[in-house]
């Protein structure tokens, strides 16, 4: 319980100045660090085509294992190939894999997740299986998914969201279950409104704030959790690096040339830093009550 | 004009006197003052009723006495005297220890104010044990006895109830046993019946009037209920907006209210004896204390100002024997 | 289930259904197939006979099975006539919000039937549910959670006419603007959104949604309970204009006694999900018969310090409604309770005509008026 609880009315003096979200978030430390952090890295990505110096996958042998240096910022792999192309590249794929999961999540937690918090019949059926899923520990429920598909792109991104999927959809379940008895609710079915206008119109709109949060939180762990399959030999065809590919491809050669695994490490770790203090940020402006209280 | 209390003889001094104090929030970068020059004097044994609408500042009064602002609140000025110490130059330490000893408080929702994961009798127990040079076992006899005194049936045996298996008014029971445990000189009572039954509330009222006499103790109580303060006060303070309108004993408060927001606050209360054809309002709003109207704050609601009310900030001015309101047209409309 | 049986179509109770329970003028027999020539007498807005919802708690690990039931609202009957405010007052966990949303058909009755303007309405869904809902509105307590924060004020005033259909798309915009001068706010602030809005403000424009479709029956769940003291007086003020102007009936649900006086015609106390008793709010204030209403209204702070008074108090606290007692559910905490209280429920029974009392002993009970100065 923090001392705001005892002041009585701790919303008054929240409320005596009601800012926008946008202006109370750049003033969030956490959310403009991590705002910094994941929108350099995005952008990084996203120009690869125009900003690497060369094909992520022209080889070179006389620049074999290169240390950064001047003209090779991070150093080349082991077929000479320029690892500042590498990991812009990879980044372009870790992210679009992110991406993906993130979207899938974005409509099957919701549409779970909605169907289970404001179905009460469905409710018990739908969250036995998210908890079965749930059950399995995250890692190793991906990686046997993405074993019996086989390794490619499309799988991973299957498997993560078979894996954050039934994640999403308890957090927006449990925000459906506390918004559908607000009085609004209420208001609205005594005016006569059905359930497609009470859900979308009342309901779903007041759930976006912890949907954001989780989902930002996802997304890191989706970039965090196709490094580890990846690395584990199931993830996306090897020609096409991705951070996780990266790190496995240099695994061999991590004692002769470190900066190989260092380098995609550092920017998976900038990626889920920066995600994780947006989403940090996100949830302390948008949705204060799902802080932990220390 | 402040006779220099630490030197005064204890006994004319009041028990509490708060003095000139200001509490202000940062709240969105920008800093409002919630309590502007308040004071009040609270004498020993007394029942102080402080009667405010929410917004009014009454509770952060409460919690700036106990040292207990939120984070981004701070006492910008001003002296809080508790038997001639000036609480506020307390180290943390001498603070803690006259919290809860000294001074105890109960808060209006006694769910939250007890801990889940304990039993009510650890909590007690903890709580005269922290004060108190007394062993585990006599402070559990004395937690028994204190549940006992703030009626809760077979005391002994609830002393291992958690919080959650009790009524709400049987935890605020606890809370007042709690409160009482190291026999305090004061209890601050945050709407401490607000979230309970009337009939409850009426039970828990007696209860406290029978204790504060029994204990000897004075009691400010905090509320925005009349009935409350008709029922229990001594003497009363009304707030309204972060100051102090109106401070009179209470019979004469309610024969002969000087500050027209208290008239207002009368007369918009709706009777249970008599019937009225249309209740009396006060038109508009408490204003934002982010950017309060010069001069009374009152002034944009009031049906008697004139124009040197929107000027400067009106003196509590003295019109019956302990009877001062902050209203630069008190004296005419004592009528 | 089972409950149904022994409550619905009520076999007219002993001391049967007087006018105690009925506004002016008795009901007419045939309910729904009355025809208005036929008879003199029109039927009260709104009937409530024998209303009982039992919420079953369920546990179990697999197979969910009900384990108890919280008996909310138990066998309650009642009218409200055409106009008139019927004030519904009890301690908290006392059914009497829950009674406000099974008139409303917000939650499904387990028994009883609710006849409005003469229709049985128990069983409407669909179409006719929806348009029953025009009639019947409901004003919340909380002024903060009662309007969504994400629209804005014009789209949450005519919610209920954009839900009814109807109303074009220009009309909105104008309806808007006539209900938020109606409830006393400046129509230009339409576009806001309701965190801009202070407490009391935010309470009109939950009246001004209510008032949308025209209805003629309100329910006020609280309505003025969380303002302060100031602003409480002006909302009243508010529903009784707007009563007078629209001619709407009031279920006016409070736990503040002195409020409900102000803006009740007749009142009825509920306890642990009885009604205990009704009449017009001068018998019922100044001439209470049930030994409960008598000691809630001696628990009431009194309005004067020089009245204040030693008065015996009611002891013990609310029983749970899981497991009330048998016979009267008040015998616990009553000073006058005898063997039969223990046995018997006592039935709601016409004292004299407009009151009604359920109590074996409610013809001793009378007393110097509890709230008398």
Redesign the interface.
């Known amino acids: 319980m923090s001392a705001a609880d005892l002041a009585g009315r701790p919303?008054l003096l929240a409320?005596l100045t009601?800012g926008p979200a946008v202006r109370r978030l750049l003033r969030n430390r956490a959310f403009v660090a991590g705002l910094l952090l994941f929108g350099t890295v995005a952008i990084l990505a996203l120009l690869a085509p125009w900003i690497s110096p060369t094909d992520p996958n022209r080889m070179a042998v006389r620049f074999r294992f290169r240390e950064p240096s001047w003209d090779f910022p991070f150093g080349t792999d082991n077929l000479g190939r320029n690892m500042v192309s590498r990991v812009l590249w990879g980044g372009r794929l870790s992210l679009e894999i992110g991406l993906w999961v993130v979207m899938l999540n974005a409509v099957f937690g919701v549409v779970l997740g909605a169907a289970a918090g404001y179905f009460r019949r469905l409710d018990?059926p739908l969250m036995r299986i998210a908890d079965a899923l749930m059950a399995f520990p995250a890692v190793l429920l991906a990686i046997g998914i993405a074993a019996a598909l086989g390794p490619s792109v499309a799988t991973v991104v299957i498997a993560l969201s078979v894996v954050y999927v039934p994640r999403t959809a308890r957090v927006l379940r449990a925000s459906v279950m506390v918004v559908r008895e607000?009085?609004?609710v209420?208001?609205?079915?005594?005016?006569?409104?059905?359930d497609g206008?009470i859900l979308f119109?009342?309901i779903l709109?007041?759930c976006m704030a912890p949907l954001i949060v989780q989902l930002s939180f996802v997304f890191a762990y989706a970039i965090l959790s196709e490094a580890v399959l990846s690395f584990l030999g199931l993830g996306a065809a090897p020609t096409t690096p991705s951070w996780g590919i990266l790190i496995a491809e240099g695994r061999s050669y991590i004692r002769e040339a470190a900066w190989l695994t260092v380098v995609p490490g550092v920017a998976i770790a900038t990626t889920v830093l920066g995600l994780n203090l947006l989403g940090d940020g996100l949830r302390d402006v948008l949705d204060p009550r799902l802080k932990v209280d220390a | 004009m402040t006779p220099p209390l630490l030197s005064a003889p204890l006994l004319s001094a009041p028990l509490l006197s708060v003095r000139d104090l200001t509490v202000t929030f940062r709240a969105e970068g920008r800093t409002q003052a919630a309590v502007d020059r308040v004071g009040f004097d609270v004498a020993a044994g007394e029942v102080l009723g402080i009667v405010g609408?929410?917004g009014s500042g009454k509770s952060v009064t409460a919690l700036a006495v106990m040292g207990l602002l939120p984070a981004n609140g701070r006492v910008a000025s001003g002296e809080i005297l508790f038997e001639g110490t000036d609480l506020l130059r307390l180290p943390a330490r001498k603070m803690r220890d006259l919290r809860g000893r000294r001074i105890g408080m109960i808060f209006q929702e006694p769910m939250t104010s007890l801990n889940p994961v304990f039993t009510i009798g650890d909590q007690i127990v903890e709580t005269i044990v922290h004060h108190e040079r007394l062993g585990r076992r006599a402070a559990r006899e004395r937690a028994v006895d204190m549940l006992a005194r703030v009626g809760i049936p077979s005391a002994r045996r609830r002393l291992d109830d958690y919080p959650h298996q009790m009524?709400g008014?049987?935890r605020q029971r606890v809370m007042i046993a709690m409160a009482l445990a190291c026999s305090p000189r004061l209890l601050l009572a945050d709407e401490p019946t607000t979230a309970l039954?009337?009939?409850?509330?009426?039970?828990l009222?007696?209860l406290l009037n029978d204790l504060r006499r029994e204990f000897g103790m004075a009691v400010v109580v905090i509320t925005?209920?009349?009935?409350?303060?008709?029922?229990?006060?001594d003497r009363v303070a009304v707030f309204y907006a972060g100051r102090v309108a109106e401070e009179a004993p209470?019979?004469p408060l309610?024969d002969r209210p000087a500050h027209p927001y208290t008239r207002?606050?009368l007369a918009?209360?709706?009777?249970?004896?008599a019937?009225?054809e249309?209740?009396?309002?006060?038109?508009g709003?408490?204003p934002n204390i982010a950017a309060p109207p010069p001069g009374c704050r009152f002034a944009p609601r009031c049906g008697v100002k004139v124009e040197a009310c929107e000027a400067d900030r009106p003196p509590l001015v003295a019109v019956g024997d302990g009877h001062r309101a902050a209203c630069i047209r008190a004296g005419e409309a004592a009528a | 289930m089972s409950a149904r049986a022994p409550l619905s179509p009520n076999p007219s109770p002993p001391g049967g259904e007087g006018s105690a329970l009925d506004a002016a003028s008795p009901p007419p027999a045939g309910g729904r197939d009355r025809e208005r020539g036929s008879t003199a007498t029109t039927p009260p807005l709104l009937e409530v006979r024998g209303l009982t919802k039992h919420f079953p708690i369920r546990a179990g690990a697999i197979v969910?099975r009900e384990v108890a039931r919280v008996r909310a609202v138990d066998d309650v009957s009642f009218t409200v006539a055409r106009g008139e405010t019927l004030g519904l007052v009890g301690?908290?966990g006392c059914g009497k919000s829950t009674t406000g949303?099974l008139v409303?058909r917000?939650i499904e009755p387990t028994a009883g039937t609710i006849l409005f303007d003469g229709e049985d309405v128990t069983g409407l869904e669909g179409a006719a549910?929806?348009?029953l809902?025009?009639s019947?509105?409901?004003v919340?307590?909380?002024p903060?959670?009662?309007?969504?924060?994400?629209?804005t004020v014009e789209e949450?005033v005519v919610?209920?006419l954009v839900?009814?259909g109807g109303t074009t798309r220009a009309d909105m915009g104008r309806e808007a603007r006539r209900l938020m001068d109606l409830v006393g706010l400046p129509a230009a602030h339409v576009t806001r959104h309701p965190?801009?809005f202070?407490?009391?403000?935010r309470q009109r424009i939950?009246i001004a949604?209510?008032i949308?479709?025209r209805p003629r029956f309100v329910v006020c769940d609280e309505a003025v309970s969380a303002l302060?003291?100031?602003?409480?007086?002006?909302i009243?003020?508010l529903l009784?204009d707007l009563q007078k102007e629209l001619g709407l009936s009031y279920l006016f649900i409070a736990?503040?006694?002195?409020?409900v006086?102000?803006i009740s015609d007749r009142v009825a106390v509920m306890y642990l999900g009885n009604l205990v008793e009704v009449a017009d709010?001068?018998t019922l204030?100044t001439a209470p018969r049930h030994p409960y209403p008598q000691?809630?209204?001696?628990?009431?702070?009194?309005?004067?310090?020089?009245?204040?008074r030693t008065r015996p108090?009611?002891?013990g606290?609310?029983p749970s409604p899981l497991d009330p007692p048998p016979g009267c559910r008040f015998h616990r905490r009553c000073s006058l309770a005898e063997d039969v209280c223990r046995t018997e429920v006592p039935a709601l029974r016409d004292l004299a005509p407009g009151h009604a009392v359920a109590c074996h002993f409610a013809e001793r009970t009378g007393g110097p008026p509890p709230?008398?100065?």
Do not use: W
């Not at chain 3, 903060?144 to 629209?151: E, Q, S, T, V």
């Not at chain 3, 736990?255 to 409020?259: F, Q, T, W």
């Open positions: 919303g409320r009601p018990g607000q009085d609004y209420q208001a609205a079915r005594a005016a006569g409104a059905g206008r119109r009342h709109p007041n | 609408e929410s009524s008014g049987m039954d009337v009939t409850i509330q009426a039970q009222l007696d925005h209920n009349m009935g409350v303060i008709a029922e229990f006060a209470v019979e309610f207002g606050l918009s209360t709706p009777r249970l004896d019937d009225a249309r209740l009396v309002t006060i038109p709003a408490m | 969910e301690e908290s949303r409303l917000l549910l929806r348009r809902r025009r019947m509105q409901i919340f307590q909380d903060y959670g009662a309007l969504n924060p994400r629209m949450i919610e209920p839900v009814q965190h801009e202070s407490g009391g403000q939950g949604r209510a949308a479709c302060d003291v100031s602003v409480q007086a002006q009243v003020n009784q736990h503040d006694l002195a409020v006086r102000h709010k001068r204030y000691a809630l209204l001696a628990a009431v702070p009194v309005a004067h310090p020089r009245l204040r108090r009611l002891t606290e609310v709230a008398a100065a």
